[in-house]
T-cell receptor, first 115, second 115 residues
Framework: EPEVTQTPSHQVTQMGQEVILRCVPISNHLYFYWYRQILGQKVEFLVSFYNNEISEKSEIFDDQFSVERPDGSNFTLKIRSTKLEDSAMYFC?????????????FGSGTQLSVL | DAKTTQPNSMESNEEEPVHLPCNHSTISGTDYIHWYRQLPSQGPEYVIHGLTSNVNNRMASLAIAEDRKSSTLILHRATLRDAAVYYCILRDVAAGGTSYGKLTFGQGTILTVHP
């Protein structure tokens, strides 16, 4: 079965540094998402992206965050100036459609540690 | 999003059936019932979804109450690999007739499978 690929699997950074988390969604999918999960907490929606635009974003997704589809295969999440509380597992997901009976495919995640 | 209620944890023995309940008493007529699971150190994984009728796939079965206020995910023969957090999620048609892919995860049910 096709899968969503995320790199790196682990990323360690210093507070205040910029990080870019990378994802390769499933090739024929059109809708892309980022979620995050702080250790021991729920999986939280960050942002959805379609046709090179943000479709929806949560309150977490403030000006420090940005997303981009720089080419036909990659989807990235950038955190401009990391904070300690950004430490979390970040999951990328994709779907072909965005109707309520569509399933999302998630990657294995990038564990971000901010020191 | 309509709220779901699940038990915090359940236990099962290997090769026995498991019934994971979910209450969603405020479900609307257009809400789809989705189940995802999260294996340790993995991203969420789609399991099954339904609207009104019971559904079967290779992973599980979904039994939906006639009034749709509850549903049950059925794993017919649990294996050790089924040990995971199981999430019951409602997905609806947002304003404008489309769902933007935002899955709202709760705490889910931690399923422990004993050998």
């Amino acid at each position: 079965e096709p899968e969503v690929t995320q790199t790196p699997s682990h990323q360690v950074t210093q507070m205040g540094q910029e990080v870019i988390l990378r994802c390769v969604p499933i090739s024929n999918h059109l809708y892309f998402y980022w979620y995050r999960q702080i250790l021991g907490q729920k999986v939280e929606f960050l942002v959805s992206f379609y046709n090179n635009e943000i479709s929806e974003k949560s309150e977490i997704f403030d000006d420090q965050f940005s997303v981009e589809r720089p080419d036909g295969s990659n989807f990235t999440l950038k955190i401009r100036s990391t904070k300690l509380e950004d430490s979390a597992m970040y999951f990328c997901a994709s779907s072909y459609n965005r109707v309520p009976n569509e399933k999302l495919f998630f990657g294995s995640g990038t564990q971000l540690s901010v020191l | 999003d309509a709220k779901t209620t699940q038990p915090n944890s359940m236990e099962s023995n290997e090769e026995e059936p498991v019934h994971l309940p979910c209450n969603h008493s405020t479900i609307s007529g257009t809400d789809y019932i989705h189940w995802y699971r999260q294996l340790p150190s993995q991203g969420p994984e789609y399991v099954i979804h339904g609207l009104t009728s019971n559904v079967n796939n290779r992973m599980a079965s979904l039994a939906i109450a006639e009034d749709r206020k509850s549903s049950t995910l059925i794993l017919h023969r649990a294996t050790l690999r089924d040990a995971a957090v199981y999430y019951c999620i409602l997905r609806d048609v947002a304003a404008g007739g489309t769902s933007y892919g935002k899955l709202t995860f709760g705490q889910g049910t931690i399923l422990t499978v004993h050998p």
